[in-house]
């Protein structure tokens, strides 16, 4: 078997439909191995049919003009404010260092429907509902993975994780996002080997990933080896009728725990060269909230080592000098990442 199917059956697949502490065990192995899960779709928590009606939709809208789009340009006032609205082809960068230029590829953000869904063009604009059912379900299924975290951890409070992302409580960084990525032909001259999304690590806490069969081009990186290896749309086509949702840890995580959950780098290339469509749900704590490490039995029997290392990678993308003890709150966290993003 080749090392790269391998490691593709090491991320596994989990049912968490049946919350227990085994299932919360596996999570927490999962995490703090790869970085990395699939969810198995129960079809119940977000339905089959409302993916596929957000891809159908995602596909309409950036289908329309580029002057439509632009109107509700990324950080604009008309879009809703910082981190919301549409980004450009190639409008960002998500490796400046390895790239010269931006990625090729569109995006429109949404921010959380705390008090109300941000103005959106048409045709997003009058399919408010579903995109807000979307949203919703796409948080409930990250607090139920949050609580399985705090569980699995052995925190005093269980819902220490989940309570910093309560929405009603106060603003936060959270945003989902639909991308698209044109085909090779249109976006590049050069080879499958060109980047359509730069290597990065993710900026929240979770990252819910959601692909369509038949557009590869997601790969993570694996430290051990030094390889990047792809990761499918579905690790078992054969057994499972709906695709699983891929889950990535993102650097809060790391930051509470010390660096033992790993926020795994991973980019995009060209593979296939065809379209590709994707939607993220980039879930984050409430803007206050403090990313010092949380009070953990499992923690404090851990070997700390490699969370230390990982830590002070997380540290070096901040611009933070690698040792430093200051504790950042969710916000300031994602400004400085983003200033980067985007050269704000």
């Known amino acids: 078997m080749a090392h790269s199917e391998v490691e593709n059956t090491a991320i596994p697949v989990i049912d968490i439909s049946k919350p ?46 580029d002057e439509q789009k632009a109107a509700y340009a990324i950080h604009s006032d008309k879009a809703g404010g910082t981190n919301r609205g549409w980004v450009k082809m190639a409008g960002e960068s998500l490796d400046p260092e390895g790239q010269k230029q931006g990625d090729p590829k569109e995006a429109f953000n949404i921010g959380p429907p705390q008090p109300h869904l941000q103005p959106l063009p048409s045709p997003l604009s009058t ?19 949050l609580s399985l975290l705090g569980t699995a ?37 050069e080879d499958d080997r060109s980047i359509r999304a730069g290597a990065h690590s993710d900026y929240g806490s979770l990252t819910l990933l959601f692909r369509v069969p038949g557009q590869p081009g997601l790969e993570l990186f694996s430290p051990k080896n030094q390889t990047w290896v792809p990761v499918p749309v579905n690790p078992s086509p054969s057994t499972l009728s709906h695709p699983p949702i891929l889950v990535n840890i993102g650097d ?20 296939g060269g065809g379209e590709r469509y994707s939607m993220a749900y980039f879930c984050h704590p409430l803007d206050d909230a403090k990313l010092e490490r949380v009070e953990s039995r499992v923690l404090a029997q851990a070997d700390g080592k490699m969370g230390r290392e990982e830590l002070r990678s997380q540290r070096k993308r901040l611009g933070l000098k690698e040792d430093d003890e200051e504790v950042l709150t969710a916000k300031e966290h994602l400004d400085r990442r983003l200033r980067v993003t985007y050269g704000l």
């Open 153 to 189: 951890l052995e925190t005093p409070d269980p819902s220490y994780f989940a309570s910093r992302h309560d929405q009603t409580l106060g603003p936060s960084g959270t945003i989902f996002r639909m991308l698209y990525y044109p085909s090779a032909s249109t976006a590049t001259k």
């Open 20 to 65: 227990s502490d085994e299932v919360a065990r596996q999570v927490l192995e999962a995490a703090s191995t790869h970085g990395f899960l699939f969810i198995q779709n129960d079809g119940v928590t977000i339905p089959p049919k409302d993916i596929n009606d957000m891809f159908k939709l995602s596909e309409k809208f950036f289908s329309s003009s």
């Open 252 to 271: 809060l995580l790391s930051f509470w725990t010390g660096g033992m959950l790993k926020s795994t780098v991973h980019r995009v290339t060209f593979s």
């Open 127 to 145: 399919s408010s509902s579903l995109i807000l059912r979307f949203q919703n379900s796409c948080h409930a299924l990250c607090t139920s993975i």
